[in-house]
């Protein structure tokens, strides 16, 4: 996959959480070419994100990756100025049914404490 190419995938079921009471992220999405999920420990400094199959996953720094939500599609990519290569994870967009707004407001603090980095959460927890 090339740095324009995007990953679409369909979602046919979403569960996430913010965290746990284990201080675990994470999001899991079953699409029609399988699953996608990303996981990360409330302390961690890495993400750990799986496409379809264990031995795919991979652990990056938080810092790789942006994203763009709204309410029925999810982005994260890594942005094209930056050199690094993240593979099949490079640009992967998930679609999927609107949520209520409440759910909505739960996925997009999962996506922060999953893509954020530890300080800059510990930053905006203080402010």
Same mark, same amino acid.
């Given at each position: 996959?090339?740095?324009?190419?995007?990953?679409?995938l369909?979602?046919?079921?979403?569960? *996430?959480?913010? !965290? #746990?009471?284990?201080?675990? $992220? &994470?999001?899991?999405?079953?699409? +029609?070419?399988?699953?996608?999920?990303? %996981?990360?420990?409330? &302390?961690?400094?890495?993400?750990? &994100?799986?496409?379809?199959?264990?031995?795919?996953?991979?652990?990056? +720094? %938080? +810092?790789? *990756?942006?994203y763009?939500? $709204?309410? /029925? $599609? =999810?982005?994260?990519?890594?942005?094209?100025?930056?050199?690094?290569?993240? /593979?099949i994870? !490079?640009?992967?967009? @998930? @679609?999927? $049914?609107?949520?209520?707004? #409440?759910? *909505?407001?739960e996925?997009? @603090? %999962?996506?922060?404490?999953? =893509? *954020?980095?530890?300080?800059?959460?510990? =930053? @905006?927890?203080?402010?």
């Open positions: 996959m090339t740095k324009k190419e995007i990953s679409v369909v979602v046919n079921e979403m569960s *996430f959480t913010p !965290q #746990n009471s284990n201080g675990i $992220s &994470m999001l899991h999405c079953i699409t +029609d070419e399988g699953y996608y999920k990303i %996981t990360k420990g409330e &302390m961690d400094e890495k993400v750990y &994100m799986e496409l379809n199959d264990p031995s795919n996953g991979e652990y990056f +720094d %938080t +810092d790789f *990756f942006e763009n939500i $709204s309410n /029925g $599609s =999810l982005l994260i990519y890594v942005n094209e100025n930056r050199p690094w290569n993240a /593979g994870y !490079q640009h992967i967009k @998930l @679609l999927f $049914s609107p949520l209520e707004q #409440n759910d *909505f407001n996925l997009k @603090l %999962t996506i922060e404490n999953l =893509l *954020f980095d530890i300080t800059i959460r510990k =930053l @905006l927890l203080d402010i």
